[in-house]
């Protein structure tokens, strides 16, 4: 089912690798969604920082910008990829796609 004014996920988690490549990083999907309308989490990680999660909240307003859902806590590593996987569960729909790169956030925003 695709949702009307919005890319296929599947084309714009293509384009996302495509970039991240391009400005030679590396990008990995984690799990498949939905092929047109799954939602996407984003976990940016570098080795400096540990790594953070973005998904797209809807707003009142009707938008649907990226806003940071968890960052992982170098003590506690497990946790993160707790989290990565409880939301898995609960969307079956949810495509997760890693970005291993500098400043992974720029292209996102």
């Known amino acids: 089912m695709r949702v009307a004014g919005r890319l296929p996920t599947h084309i714009e988690i293509s384009g996302l690798i495509r970039a991240v490549e ?4 590396f ?3 984690l799990a498949k969604g939905e092929r047109d309308s799954g939602t996407i989490l984003v976990v940016c990680h570098e080795n400096d ?3 953070r999660a973005f998904e797209r ?8 910008p990226w806003s940071l859902v968890k ?7 497990e946790n993160f990829q707790d989290y990565l996987q409880r939301r898995r569960r609960q969307d079956s729909d949810l495509w997760i ?5 500098a ?4 292209f996102i925003r």
């Open 103 to 106: 400043d992974g956030e720029r």
């Open 71 to 77: 960052s992982e806590d170098i003590e506690n590593k």
């Open 49 to 51: 920082r540990g790594s």
């Open 27 to 29: 990008a990995t999907v």
């Open 57 to 64: 909240m809807p707003h009142p307003d009707g938008t649907r």
């Open 22 to 25: 391009n400005a030679g990083g």
């Open 97 to 101: 796609l890693e970005l291993d790169i």
